[in-house]
């Protein structure tokens, strides 16, 4: 008996195998490549066209740099997209990390034209040039093991807050264009290191400080190729140093090993990942408030979120779709508090 699946890659054997076992089974795929991309502005209006024929829905951000964001929805519409992309001219290659879930985790499709594929605020920056040296799942646990190397987590910091690497360094930032400022304290003070780790969700924003890093003299510089999701997809989890949860900008709000889904969610209140001990706090109500919030709403603003809460259930009671039953993927407000977190 010929086998169908014996000529794909394990991660498309994994999409053909969770498929079969639903219908339901959508694919969310987290992409980005750095490439010379002419006149994306007018790629703009024929990519939207084939990501509505395929219903496709989530986020593309296209800049003369590259390509960069995450799309869901059925498999083949999710293939048509990337081989679209794949078309153009220096985009042969896209680095794609897969992911699968039983619901649909945006609400449409949005491509937007920027300067930059993901704000540094650096625009003589080119990762094609001048980048870091990639470093597969695999080996990097034995990379970051080591004493000489620090390592270095180039996410936000309400995102290592929610998970990140054993013994790992939080710049403390807000925005990724906040990272060069700390990178220059890093390279100018007495504790410059020798030697760097870098990290981020997907491999993108790590890529890029990569070259920021080298342009500061740094003379080991890496960079975790296929970022935090990679790592969870291919590393078993008894040998992971990985802890707790990978924070994702859609409404799963958090991924375990194995790219599962995980427990966070999002505080309809301040948009704060919460995790379940946070749920359990006396400060906590669903939609309204949690404890990074609870302190800061008004009473118009409790009264307000109440109202919303009642019309979402009374909308799911009735088997409807409330238009604010999910939370703003914004994942905080300043006026919020953040957590601490552990350098």
């Known amino acids: 008996m010929t086998n169908s699946n014996a000529n794909l890659s394990a991660s498309e054997?994994?999409?053909a195998a969770i498929i079969a076992s639903t219908e339901q089974?959508?694919?969310?795929?987290?992409?980005?490549?750095?490439?010379?991309?002419?006149?994306?502005?007018q790629k703009k209006n024929p990519l939207m066209a084939l990501c509505r024929a395929e219903n496709i829905v989530g986020t593309l951000i296209l800049a003369e740099e590259g390509i960069?964001?995450?799309?869901?929805?059925p498999d083949d519409g999710v293939k048509a997209v990337l081989n679209h992309l794949k078309s153009w001219?220096?985009?042969?290659v896209i680095e794609v990390k897969y992911s699968y879930s039983e619901n649909q985790n945006f609400n449409r499709m949005k491509i937007k034209i920027k300067d930059e594929i993901v704000t540094m605020g650096k625009p003589h920056i080119d990762p094609n040039t001048d980048a870091g040296t990639y470093v597969d799942p695999a080996d990097w646990n034995d990379l970051i093991k080591r004493d000489d190397v620090l390592l270095i987590d180039t996410r936000n910091s309400f995102e290592f807050g929610v998970g990140h690497f054993k013994d790992a360094i939080d710049p403390i930032t807000e925005t990724f264009s906040e990272f060069p400022d700390w990178a220059d304290l890093l390279a100018t003070g007495p504790q410059k290191p020798s030697a760097v780790a870098m990290y981020c969700t997907g491999g993108i924003r790590c890529e890029k400080a990569t070259v920021y890093m080298k342009q500061l003299g740094i003379d080991e510089v890496y960079h975790l190729k296929g970022g935090i999701l990679k790592y969870l997809e291919e590393v078993p989890e008894?040998?992971?140093l990985w802890e707790d949860e990978c924070f994702v900008f859609d409404h799963r709000v958090s991924l375990k090993h194995g790219l599962v889904e995980g427990e966070y969610q999002l505080c309809y209140g301040c948009q704060q990942p919460i995790s379940p001990a946070d749920r359990k706090s006396p400060m906590f109500e669903l939609g309204v408030s949690c404890p990074y919030c609870d302190d800061s709403l008004t009473n118009e603003d409790r009264a307000r979120f109440r109202e919303r809460q009642l019309q979402i259930r009374l909308s799911r009671e009735r088997g409807e779709e409330h238009l604010k039953d999910n939370a703003s993927k914004t994942p905080y407000k300043k006026s919020a508090q953040k957590p601490s977190v552990t350098k």
């Open 25 to 41: 089974t959508f694919t969310v795929a987290a992409l980005y490549h750095f490439a010379k991309i002419e006149e994306p502005d």
């Open 238 to 240: 008894e040998e992971s």
């Open 89 to 92: 001219p220096n985009v042969d």
């Open 13 to 15: 054997e994994k999409t």
């Open 68 to 73: 960069n964001g995450t799309i869901s929805g």
